[in-house]
């Protein structure tokens, strides 16, 4: 099997290509149904067409790359190209560019095997055949799921594997990097801290100095990037989640200005928190959807089952 992935630009000689009566016919009426046509379709619309002659005009359509092939449930749908997305499998028979079109589609967040099985209506042992054709010629590849370990979802070759995919900078081959989390959260308090004590001699009011000791996100961003403690490129948006941390914990607070970009400050509270407060469920910031079955419960609290073993 060879797929070779052919430029848009060469959908334009196809359209100066003169095509007979009937293929001509079956290409208007793709046009006219955008979703895919069936062979029912065909056959309404040309009820003197023998099967013959329509299974030689959609092969040569096929073939040409005109149309991408589906199923949908037991019915097998031609689909006429996008010529801005002009793409075909040549020598691929027609279920694997049915594989490879329903894990096109999916993007790199990329498609359980289930899911492509049930799209492409295709048996295990078939689809696994196909599958592995497909990552031994390097067009797709398959990818570990920090959601599912023993899983693998598939993906174009080429693309990069989206966060949710690889759970981002907090993730080292499906494994959680605690202790560089919590580096992290350290460094980002230790920074916030310094801001607020540089402010304890701070002459122009209260207010004033309440506002000194907020720094931004970006702000926290450079610090911890000049630092090069992270062996990984890390965004603002990766910084404002080990923040966030830290909110929960009690030790910083948020102030969203009014361009909407986040300020922080570390906090020291007036009084002792209560035992109630200091527990787990005192801070959880998804309290309110706890209950005694689903993901959020107390039976799989993590935070809960080491505050019980202190």
């Not at 509270?269 to 309110?288: A, F, H």
């Not at 079955?293 to 202190?310: A, H, N, R, S």
Request: proline share 4%; net charge neutral.
């Amino acid at each position: 099997m060879d797929l070779n992935l052919e430029h848009a630009d060469k959908q334009s000689s196809r359209e100066s290509e003169q095509h007979d009566p009937i293929t001509q016919k079956i290409i208007n009426l793709a046009q006219l149904k955008p979703k895919g046509i069936s062979d029912k379709d065909i056959s309404i619309e040309m009820p003197d067409l023998q099967p013959i002659q329509k299974a030689q005009a959609i092969n040569k359509l096929l073939a040409q790359g005109f149309f991408d092939l589906f199923k949908q449930g037991e019915t097998l749908l031609y689909k006429l190209k996008d010529p801005s997305k002009a793409r075909t499998a040549k020598g691929a028979d027609n279920e694997e560019k049915i594989v490879y079109t329903i894990i096109e589609d999916a993007g790199n967040k990329g498609i359980w095997i289930r899911d492509i099985r049930f799209k492409s209506n295709l048996m295990p042992t078939q689809l696994n055949k196909i599958l592995k054709s497909l990552e031994t010629k390097k067009f797709i590849k398959a990818v570990k799921s920090v959601a599912a370990s023993k899983k693998k979802v598939y993906m174009l070759y080429n693309l990069e594997p989206d966060r949710s995919v690889t759970g981002g900078a907090w993730y080292q081959d499906q494994d959680f990097e605690a202790e560089f989390v919590d580096v992290l959260n350290q460094q980002c308090y230790r920074f916030l801290e310094q801001k607020r004590d540089s402010t304890k001699d701070y002459l122009n009011g209260p207010i004033a100095e309440k506002n000194a000791t907020f720094a931004s996100s970006k702000e926290v961003w450079k610090f911890i990037s000049d630092l090069g403690i992270s062996k990984v490129k890390l965004s603002i948006e990766d910084l404002e989640m080990i923040l966030n941390t830290l909110i929960y914990d009690g030790k910083v607070e948020k102030m969203i200005s009014s361009d909407g970009s986040n300020f922080y400050r570390a906090i020291r509270p007036l009084l002792d928190s209560s035992g109630l407060v200091k527990s787990p469920c005192g801070i959880c910031p998804v309290r309110k959807n706890c209950c005694d079955f689903g993901d959020v419960t107390p039976i799989k609290c993590q935070y809960i089952t080491e505050w019980l073993d202190l």
